[in-house]
């Protein structure tokens, strides 16, 4: 599969702007495979860059799903804590034992649906990172330091 050609089909639209950028990645790690093959002196200088694009690629990536993950976790909180009552933890399965009047009932299980729904995204969002940084981290690879 060419990973790169289908990047912007897996991606969440909205989240676009905070996914790899898997072409600029890539275009560094084949210079540097070719300034390998041709033995260029120029070597060292874009593995280095490469190196520092990598980094600064997780890193980034790292904290939009951590800042994203915190988000959604404090809606947990907050949905919990809802269907708290009187119960020294909050915890959502406080849903079952307490009785909700019907409107509050529908709310909680809309919240839960859409919650649901965001971690699955947090999740995809995730994956389809991980193959795209995988992918480049498999290239550079294939063309060691000698």
């Not at 275009?27 to 190196?51: H, M, P, Y």
């Not at 809309?110 to 990172?129: I, P």
Request: hydrophobic share 40%.
């Amino acid at each position: 599969m060419k990973f790169g050609r289908d990047l912007h089909k897996h991606q969440i639209p909205e989240w676009a702007s905070s996914y790899v950028r898997y072409a600029e990645l890539k275009k560094l790690s084949k210079f540097a495979a070719k300034a390998i093959i041709e033995e260029k002196s120029n070597v060292a200088d874009l593995w280095q860059k490469l190196t520092v694009a990598l980094r600064s690629g997780i890193a980034a990536v790292e904290t939009f799903y951590t800042r994203q993950y915190a988000i959604l976790e404090q809606r947990a909180a907050v949905l919990c804590s809802r269907g708290d009552r009187g119960a020294s933890s909050p915890s959502l399965p406080s849903f079952l034992i307490h009785e909700l009047d019907p409107q509050e009932a529908e709310e909680a299980l809309a919240t839960c649906l859409e919650l649901r729904l965001a971690f699955k995204k947090l999740q995809w969002y995730g994956k389809v990172n991980r193959d795209g940084f995988s992918n480049i981290l498999g290239k550079r690879k294939k063309f060691p330091m000698t």
